[in-house]
Every structure is written in structure tokens, then in C-alpha cells.
């Protein structure tokens, strides 16, 4: 049986260089934040809490931790056009 995949696959992304100003923007989709707000929930019941998201890129994940943070603060190393 032949194999439709080259051998040497696995060199193609390891051999990938980043650029300089590549800023590894990988969004969490809102549902992904909210299933995170759940569980976040249960170690602050009381809502008294600050809520951190530190690369919040362009605020998808802070969008769906809006319903369940008491207080919400959001930064990023960079600006992402419509995220703020």
C-alpha cells in the first residue's frame, strides 16, 4: 500500500521561520472563553474577583468571558485593527 503523504511531511512546518513581526494572533472563539467562564466561575462564586485576559488579540475570547467576569480588564503586546 503507497502512502499519498511524502515521507519527509514533518519537515515542511518544522523548517518554517517566523517572521520578525509575526504575532502568533491565534483567536479563542467566544464559545471556547464562555466553557472557560464556567469553570472560572466555580473558584470565584461570589463574583468578587478581577478577570485578567492578557492577549486578548481582537476580543473574541473577551466577548464570551463578558457574561461571567465581575470585571473584566483585556491588554495585548499589540493592536489588532477593530479590537478596541
Known amino acids: 500500500m503507497t502512502s499519498a503523504v511524502p515521507a519527509d511531511h514533518r519537515a515542511v512546518?518544522?523548517?518554517?521561520?517566523p517572521a520578525d513581526d509575526e504575532t502568533d494572533f491565534y483567536?479563542?472563539?467566544p464559545w471556547g472563553a464562555r466553557a472557560g467562564g464556567e469553570l472560572m466561575r466555580r473558584f470565584d462564586p461570589a463574583g468578587?474577583?478581577?478577570w485578567w485576559e492578557p492577549a486578548c488579540g481582537a476580543m473574541h475570547a473577551a466577548h464570551g468571558l463578558a457574561d461571567y467576569a465581575p470585571?473584566?480588564?483585556v491588554s495585548d503586546a499589540y493592536r489588532y485593527a477593530g479590537a478596541y
Open 13 to 17: 512546518m518544522a523548517s518554517r521561520l
Open 27 to 29: 483567536p479563542t472563539p
Open 48 to 50: 468578587g474577583r478581577l
Open 71 to 73: 470585571r473584566l480588564v
